[in-house]
């Protein structure tokens, strides 16, 4: 039904900013809740942030708080990771995820982002 196609991943040296985005095709974001996850080699999961659709309202890990924005755009279905002072521990598989209904079941395929020292 939905499907969420992530983009803007790289390599970017420690500093460096990225911005990430996700897509949705078929079924709009609305209703929806929609976060950003990542995980790196050899490690679980991690919640980075998210936001309603309808509301703009954020919530950010502890970790993530200070340097990572979430936005999202009405008219292009989409939202957006702003990245910035990365750090090597950054460096992951970022996934977008999409929760219409308190749970994360929708996914994307991820995109990979390297920091390098």
């Known amino acids: 039904q939905v499907q969420l196609v992530e983009s803007g991943g790289g390599l970017v040296q420690a500093g460096g900013s990225l911005r990430l985005s996700c897509a949705a095709s078929g079924r709009t974001f609305s209703s929806d809740r929609v976060g950003w996850f990542r995980q790196a080699p050899g490690k679980v999961r991690e919640f980075v942030a998210s936001?309603?659709?309808?509301?703009?309202?954020?919530n950010y890990a502890d970790s993530m708080k200070s340097r990572f924005t979430i936005s999202r755009d009405y008219a292009k279905n989409t939202v957006y990771l702003q990245m910035t002072s990365l750090k090597p521990e950054d460096t992951a598989v970022y996934y977008c995820a999409a929760a219409p209904s308190g749970v994360y079941n929708y996914w994307g395929q991820g995109t990979q982002v390297t920091v390098s020292s």
């Open positions: 936001i309603t659709w309808s509301g703009g309202n954020t």
